[in-house]
């Protein structure tokens, strides 16, 4: 039996990400762990250190924009030369639109957004995050073979594991549509600290009045090297750009430290930062909801309280 | 243009959530159509309005769920078909959906890009691997040219703007379109469009839910006095160690 963990790598580094999607196959114990990269990356060998014995390494100018349907056919044609009846993965955007491909290919059973190792005293349970992180549903999983894919930060990056992998070079086999999705354009937001994968985040909302007072967010997000984010009126009205835009029908996100300035906290808001570590919470209404999900709360004017909070940081050599 | 437009019956958004045993306790719940279904109805809505052709509508779900696939109608759809079966899983649904589609040349298959109650986001995908299809999620933008979609996707650190032939299954989100609120006149109209009732394919499901919990609720929020900005730094630091 053997894990087959699908690696994603930007900017020719293996993203944290995908470092816990190895942390968990590892920790599975359900056999040998292989990798497989079709991003350009280096220093592969050091996989090892993850538990990874061989790392599977496609290179192929076809995949730089990560077609879907086309990473699907190579996580398929990867597992079944590494004998894997378990895929790992962790969640992006790539990897959720190619796990439910992924699961019919392998006639495998697939479960989303899996928050913790699977229990397998009785079957094989996994625990999922449900009803926009208001519950979680353990789920067990039938049939031999599996597709887990796994939520940002689930479990903790252990690199103790192993020593080294071995590279080998892999072609896969791709299905005659697999590049029928042609890519006419990407545009690449600027800044270098994308929200998707911040691990600090600063958010603001209606409470700030408008976009001319973005101004003491963005330096507080220098502060702390986070990334900024927004509630979604603030997208509506454009003061922010839509990507920024947090909740339910905006970006998920789960940093450790989510900061919360002038946002009421509504249902749809929390459903997208929920799974935070951490939540600070500054409002000017003590009866703002958001209080009672955060962990830290202000209650003042963010006009004052924010270029304090930054001042305190630069005082604190944060 | 011939459009299929997959909706869930979800739990409204604000809702409480509550079980008995491995089910939603449905006792005081209202139910609503996907939030992010609702978007792929909005933006069927316009492209049949703008080229013509037929909207059809589907829910995998019991009898219960005929309001919600009725406001669908309301909305625009020309008719609808509900699958007459509690949607077990995912691979369930979409076994479903593609049995359905699959000799009925639909231009385009559209759905939410996940359901707001399960948040599995799989069926768009499956729905295509099944159908050879292409599936574009999230699917943010949609233009139709010809016989060519032309999309938009989040991907991370920016958007993806990608083409392919029809037909494809795109999950949808906003903001590909504003949602519909049905008019009086939708309503009445809605009451007189077909609603056929077909049964399921099959029976089998590969997953099955055996526990629901409630994540713990975080602690009291500890409260900092907003001149004693230190403090909170100072916590942040050694007590929540996330600095
Ligand atoms: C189906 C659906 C989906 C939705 N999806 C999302 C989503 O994905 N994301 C999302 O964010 N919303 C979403 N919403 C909207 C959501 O319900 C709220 O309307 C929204 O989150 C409110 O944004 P806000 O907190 O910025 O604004 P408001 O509700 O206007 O709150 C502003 C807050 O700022 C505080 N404030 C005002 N002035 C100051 C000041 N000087 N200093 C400090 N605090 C101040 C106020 O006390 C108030 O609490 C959705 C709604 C629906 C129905």
Redesign the pocket.
Do not use: M, Y
């Given at each position: 039996m053997s894990v087959l963990v699908y690696i994603e790598a930007d900017n020719n580094a293996v993203k944290k990400s995908s470092l816990e999607a190895l942390t968990y196959a590892a920790k599975m114990n359900a056999g040998d762990v292989t990798a497989l990269v079709t991003d350009k990356a280096e220093n592969l060998e050091e996989l090892g250190k993850y538990g990874v014995k061989t790392v599977l390494q496609v290179s192929d100018d076809k995949l730089s924009t990560r077609p879907v349907s086309a990473i699907a056919s190579a996580i398929a044609s990867a597992a079944s030369k590494a004998g894997a009846n378990v895929v790992v993965m962790s969640r992006s955007s790539t990897v959720d639109a190619a796990a439910p491909r992924v699961g019919v290919k392998m006639k495998a059973t697939v479960a989303s957004n899996v928050v913790a190792l699977p229990q397998t005293d009785n079957g094989f349970v996994v625990r999922r995050g449900v009803f926009t992180g208001k519950a979680f549903a353990d789920t067990k999983l039938e049939g031999e073979n599996k597709v887990l894919t796994i939520a940002k930060n689930a479990l903790a990056i252990d690199d103790s594991v192993g020593g080294s992998a071995t590279v080998e070079a892999f072609s896969p086999e791709y299905g005659a549509k697999d590049f029928a999705v042609k890519v006419t354009d990407v545009k690449k937001q600027e800044g270098d600290i994308l929200l998707p994968e911040a691990d600090l985040v600063v958010s603001?909302?209606?409470?700030?009045?408008g976009p001319e007072n973005w101004g003491m967010i963005e330096n507080l997000a220098n502060e702390l090297h986070a990334a900024t984010a927004?509630?979604?009126?603030?997208s509506d009205m454009d003061w922010r750009p839509h990507h920024e835009?947090?909740?339910?029908?905006?970006i998920k996100v789960a940093p450790s430290l989510y900061i919360?300035?002038?946002?009421?906290?509504?249902?749809?808001?929390l459903?997208?930062v929920n799974s935070s570590k951490t939540i600070v919470v500054?409002?000017?209404?003590s009866?703002?909801?958001?209080f009672k999900s955060a962990d830290y709360g202000v209650v003042?004017?963010?006009?004052?309280?924010v270029p304090k909070l930054t001042e305190a940081l630069k005082k604190a050599g944060i | 243009m011939n459009i299929l437009v997959c909706i869930c019956h979800v739990p409204d958004?604000?809702t409480k959530i509550k079980f008995t045993g491995t089910e939603l306790d449905k006792n005081g719940v209202q139910f609503i159509i996907g939030?992010y279904d609702?978007y792929a109805l909005a933006r069927a809505v316009e492209l049949k309005d703008a080229s013509g052709g037929k909207l059809t509508v589907l829910n995998v779900g019991e009898a219960d769920t005929e309001p919600t696939i009725r406001k669908a109608l309301a909305i625009g759809a020309d008719d609808a078909v509900r699958i007459n079966a509690h949607p077990k899983d995912a691979y369930f649904v979409a076994e479903q959906i593609a049995a359905y589609a699959k000799d009925k040349n639909f231009d385009m298959i559209l759905m939410g890009r996940e359901a707001?109650d399960y948040n599995g986001g799989q069926v768009h995908g499956m729905v295509a691997e099944m159908l050879d299809m292409p599936c574009i999620v999230p699917c943010m933008t949609l233009e139709v040219e010809g016989n060519i979609a032309k999309m938009g996707r989040e991907i991370e650190g920016g958007k993806e703007y990608v083409e392919c032939e029809m037909p494809f299954v795109a999950g949808c989100q906003?903001p590909i379109a504003e949602?519909k609120i049905p008019n009086m006149r939708g309503i009445m109209m809605a009451r007189k469009k077909p609603l056929e009732v077909i049964e399921p394919t099959t029976e089998s499901a590969p997953t099955e839910i055996v526990n629901f919990e409630l994540p713990p609720s975080r602690g009291n929020v500890k409260m900092i006095d907003a001149d004693n900005m230190d403090e909170l730094v100072r916590l942040l630091k050694e007590e929540a160690k996330v600095l």
């Open positions: 603001a909302g209606r409470g700030l009045k927004c509630s979604k009126p603030v835009h947090v909740g339910q029908t905006g919360a300035v002038g946002i009421s906290g509504a249902i749809q808001h459903a997208g500054i409002n000017k209404d009866e703002a909801p958001f003042g004017d963010a006009f004052d309280v | 958004t604000t939030p609702d707001s906003e949602w």
